[in-house]
Nanobody, 114 residues
Framework: QVTVMESGGGLVQAGGSLRLSCAAS????????MGWARQVPGNEREWVGV???????NIAGSVKGRFTIFRDNAENTIYLHMNSLKPEDTAVYYC????????WGQGTQVTVSS
């Protein structure tokens, strides 16, 4: 069993930056990758990016060049750095961890004002 918990959401103006954190706990040795997705009410959840246990980072084309993911192994935490934010980035951002199954966090709201 793995638990992930996000933090760091909030309100930011367009063009600004925000950093989200995601801390994993439980059976962390089973985690193969941790990543982020986002969802706007009424829409499907959109994958944002992933950091594998081997250190590989993949970012969705829609946010590539603006978003990146860093990892702190000592803290079992990944970070989503979001720059040049746009109003269309407004969503609930979810962290996930891939172990024996995919574990999701509760989500954190990011609102970008124009």
């Amino acid at each position: 069993q793995v638990t992930v918990m996000e933090s760091g959401g909030g309100l930011v103006q367009a063009g600004g930056s925000l950093r989200l954190s995601c801390a994993a706990s439980g059976n962390i040795v089973s985690i193969k990758a941790m990543g982020w997705a986002r969802q706007v009410p009424g829409n499907e959840r959109e994958w944002v990016g992933v950091k594998t246990s081997g250190g590989t980072t993949n970012i969705a084309g829609s946010v590539k060049g603006r978003f990146t993911i860093f990892r702190d192994n000592a803290e079992n935490t990944i970070y989503l750095h979001m720059n040049s934010l746009k109003p269309e980035d407004t969503a609930v951002y979810y962290c996930y961890a891939d172990g024996s199954e995919r574990y999701w966090g509760q989500g954190t709201q990011v609102t970008v004002s124009s």
